[in-house]
């Protein structure tokens, strides 16, 4: 798997940061990888696992479990499933647009989502990443069928990436450096 989380930004329960290379599908679809064949100025989803797949029982490599706490839904909705896909954004279709329509929908924490993300290369002059879709993540809980399919039960997020022509090359050749930061907001029970 291409990144794991770094340890938690200190005195944070709520950020986590992967700093690393985006690399292309493998056999296995793991953090960080593009889920399909990547095209230049085309939105690819790629996952990032909320906690390191390698250490599950690392607690400083995750975020704590009350930031998943979906116990209070708004105007008692019962609680979706594991199976769910919910975002910031409720519609998941190409092309993107964000509207009035858009309403959140999912688990409360998938609805939270912030995506902070930008290319780690030393040089800005030939850009590799032409967007990022920050304001379009996906949350997903890893089952057997959902998120990376891992069976986990670990929450997972897509966040939207387009590539320049240059970053597909990259892609192909070493892969492409990011830091990308995923906040979970939460209101503490009291």
Do not use: C
Not at 52 to 77: E, F, I, M, Q
Not at 159 to 164: A, D, P
Not at 168 to 177: I, N, R
Request: net charge negative; aromatic share 6%.
């Amino acid at each position: 798997m291409a990144i794991q989380p770094t340890i938690r930004l200190a005195g944070s329960e709520h950020v986590l940061r992967f700093q690393g290379l985006l690399l292309p599908a493998g056999l296995v679809r793991g953090n960080a990888e593009f889920s399909g064949v990547v095209a230049a100025n085309t939105p690819t989803e790629v996952l990032f696992a909320l906690a390191d797949l390698t250490a599950l029982a690392d607690s400083t490599k995750r975020l704590p479990a009350g930031v998943y706490d979906n116990d209070v839904p708004a105007g008692g909705v019962s609680r979706p499933d594991n199976t769910v896909v919910g975002g910031p954004a409720g519609d998941f279709s190409l092309p993107l647009a964000i509207s009035s329509a858009d309403l959140p929908e999912g688990k409360t924490w998938m609805q939270n989502i912030r995506v902070r993300a930008q290319e780690a290369s030393a040089s800005t002059a030939a850009p590799l990443i032409a967007q990022v879709y920050d304001l379009l993540p996906k949350g997903y809980v890893d089952t057997a069928s959902t998120g990376l399919s891992l069976n986990t039960g670990t929450p997972v997020v897509g966040v939207l990436f387009s590539l320049t022509a240059a970053g597909v090359a990259a892609l192909e050749e070493a892969g492409v450096p990011v830091v990308v930061e995923i906040e979970i907001p939460y209101t503490v029970q009291r």
